[in-house]
């Protein structure tokens, strides 16, 4: 009979029997502490978030809470350990490999106006959400203004952005659309798209400047 999860150190959760090590692996030696009691949850133990929960994270400006299946999670950290060893930081894969953009990053014109300083990827490690929703990461080779004081998005900055949103994806309907934004240094926008793949979805517009928001990739 099998240990219970409860019994088990956090890296053998949800790790079939014959596949755990005795050892922590490398990947998840230095894990943050909220990482870390993530994967120590049972999958059968996470609730998926249903449309109208993404619904109000993205309206609440939360995006912070948007969180991977603890399984999917241990595999992200481990994807993301090796593309840092393989080059050099998990930007340098993103910027070569999957937008083939060089550096310096320099957008075209001003924001939105050209495609080229743009560009849609489905997120290869998509969060804990109902299959139904597609989860879009739209990079961006412009900044987005903010105010200096709050460090949050001008009006100005917002109108840009739902105005681009309501124009890309056009096809949607209304209620299936909407938009927050993540700090820091590789800011973001998330709206609720999706028609190019699924019923409904997730999209994400992140500024490319050398570092990536909590959940971009």
């Known amino acids: 009979m099998g240990s219970s999860p409860q019994d088990l150190p956090f890296w053998q959760v949800n790790v079939a029997e014959h596949l755990r090590t005795p050892e922590c692996p490398d990947f998840l030696r230095n894990v943050a502490d909220h ?13 998926i978030d249903s449309w109208p929960v993404v619904q109000h994270k993205v309206a609440q400006n939360r995006l912070e809470l948007f969180q991977r299946v603890p399984s999917e999670l241990r595999r992200y950290l481990a994807f993301t350990w090796k593309l840092k060893q393989d080059y050099g930081s998990v930007m340098t894969f993103i910027l070569t490999q999957r937008l083939n953009w060089t550096l310096p990053i320099t957008p075209r014109g001003r924001p939105f106006e050209f495609d080229a300083d743009t560009k849609v990827l489905q997120n290869d490690w998509p969060y804990g959400i109902d299959k139904r929703i597609v989860h879009l990461v739209v990079w961006t080779k412009f900044e987005l203004e903010e ?25 949607m309907p209304l209620d ?22 699924q019923e409904l979805g997730l999209a994400q517009v992140c500024k490319v400047c050398g570092a990536l928001p909590r959940n971009a990739v």
């Open 35 to 47: 990482d870390r009691d993530i994967i120590s949850t049972p999958d059968s133990d996470y609730e």
């Open 147 to 171: 105010d200096p004081a709050t460090e949050d998005l001008t009006d100005a900055a917002r109108a840009e952005i739902d105005a681009w949103v309501r124009q890309t994806f056009s096809k």
């Open 176 to 197: 299936h659309v909407g938009h927050g934004n993540s700090c820091g240094k590789a800011r973001g926008t998330d709206g609720t798209t999706g028609h190019l793949v």
